[in-house]
């Protein structure tokens, strides 16, 4: 297979998902399996799909004039992305890349707005979904803007590892480098490792070749004054 392809992904045929707890009803849509590196789409491209993430973690990234690239979000199973073009948007803002293998449904903008119009517990769910995701914003902005690299990284840390979910913990991270970690946070690598060592001597956190593991005790940093 040529990068081309793996960029692209592996397209199969049209399927419909249950989108539970998003939607009581099927969501048609075109399934597409992306292998770890593959591209999903890139900022700039015609924005006419939202995609719903099936499996597997995601990285949005922006571009700036300059060239200079911030990691803006990872994802994770259960989450709506590039949802912008219900709201006009015509080309993607951000680049969306796959962390690992993906399944991912691809969802045209008029199928999400019949369900919208059409189905009012998807209508509810997708607008608490679009609502938490807007206040998730928000808490990055603030803590980007007042907090310490040292709690900005605790953060971080806690939020890819799933403390912030009603369903449990996921204390395994996402295979996530330290130079994706330090675009998140807003800093150099060099003060990333620095921290992420000071956080492992303390028992915080455990990593190795196979990747990094959060201990709840994390939290601590994050609410110390």
């Known amino acids: 297979m040529n990068s081309a392809t793996r960029s692209e992904g592996k397209r199969n045929r049209r399927s419909t998902l249950r989108l539970n707890p998003i939607a009581s009803k099927d969501v048609r849509g075109e399934r597409v399996a992306y292998e770890p590196g593959a591209t999903i789409f890139r900022q700039g491209e015609p924005s006419a799909t939202i995609i719903y993430l099936e499996t597997g973690s995601v990285r949005l990234s922006v571009l700036s004039h300059t060239g200079k690239e911030a990691v803006i979000a990872v994802l994770d199973g259960g989450?709506?992305?590039?949802?912008?073009?219900?709201?006009?948007?015509?080309?993607?803002?951000?680049t969306a890349t796959a962390m690992s293998a993906c399944s991912i449904l691809r969802i045209k903008r008029q199928e999400i707005t019949r369900k919208l119009h059409t189905e009012e517990s998807f209508a509810d769910s997708f607008v608490a979904h679009i609502l938490r995701?807007?206040?998730?914003?928000?808490?990055?902005?603030?803590?980007?803007?007042?907090?310490?690299?040292?709690?900005?990284?605790?953060?971080?840390?806690?939020?890819?590892?799933?403390?912030?979910?009603t369903d449990g913990p996921q204390r395994a991270l996402p295979k996530v480098s330290q130079e994706i970690l330090a675009e998140m946070v807003g800093t150099t690598r060099p003060r990333v490792n620095f921290f992420m060592n000071k956080f492992r001597k303390?028992?915080?956190?455990?990593?190795?070749?196979?990747?990094?593991?959060?201990?709840?005790?994390?939290?601590?940093?994050?609410?110390?004054?």
């Open 79 to 94: 989450n709506f992305f590039g949802e912008g073009c219900l709201a006009g948007q015509s080309v993607r803002t951000a």
């Open 133 to 165: 995701r807007n206040v998730r914003m928000e808490e990055d902005l603030i803590d980007q803007l007042f907090n310490s690299t040292e709690k900005r990284l605790a953060r971080t840390l806690l939020l890819l590892a799933r403390y912030d979910k």
């Open 202 to 225: 303390l028992g915080f956190i455990e990593y190795d070749a196979t990747g990094v593991t959060v201990s709840h005790s994390l939290l601590g940093v994050v609410l110390a004054d």
